[in-house]
């Protein structure tokens, strides 16, 4: 017996089909066909709806959302007296007040579940911010960079802020070891943000503060003197923690 495969040379359709149940959301069939591929959709969001003045959603955001019937609904709920929005990108279960939280708790193992859940759970990695352009007031992120597919984090962070917004983030020191936690795809100190050509085309950086490690601030006051923490965090391992950097956008 001989078996046949015919392979179509045609690019393959997604199709996105809503699915019921306690889960509501979309069921995704690949197959082949010459029809261009429909556009991503949000599963909370109905193709014929209309998003709210000042909402302004993005055509190509996949989320679910937690608490809220609508995107609408949250914005609102959080939009400021000038009618911005902050937002808080890799939550995990410790979103601060007054930002919409975004994660989809996928590297959350070693977080304490506080039972505060994102706001909205999508991949952040892949997906576009359900949001318009120039919505945001400020994007923070707290050990969450480490993580992430950094081009498109911060593509997707200037798109949704507006012009001179706050773009501000904290990641574990490179030169730490709790910057050398496993699960961390990359290794950051101010360096590479401060040579980095997309960074600096699209933000710019107005503050740098480092935090000593435990380690460090245990040493003998005699070792603090022989080497400052200015001159252990870049020559000594484990000196510093972390480094939270304080930037805004670009035109």
Known sequence: MSIELAISTQPPTIFAIPSTGRDSGFMIFVGAASSPRPPRMSSNRRTDEQPEEGVNMSDHATYRLTKHASLSDLVSEYRREDGLIDIDLGCGYYKPDGFIGLDNLSATE????????????????????????????????SHFLEHSNLSHIFAQSHRVLKSEGTFRFTVPYANSAEGMYPGHAIFLTEKWFQENIQFNELFKIISITYTPSKEYECLPIYMKKLFPFEIARVHLFNSCREMTMITTRKE
């Open 110 to 141: 070693s977080q304490i579940d506080t039972g505060r859940l994102p706001d909205i759970m999508m991949d952040l990695n892949v997906d576009d911010l359900p949001f318009g352009d120039g919505v945001c007031n400020e994007v923070r992120s």
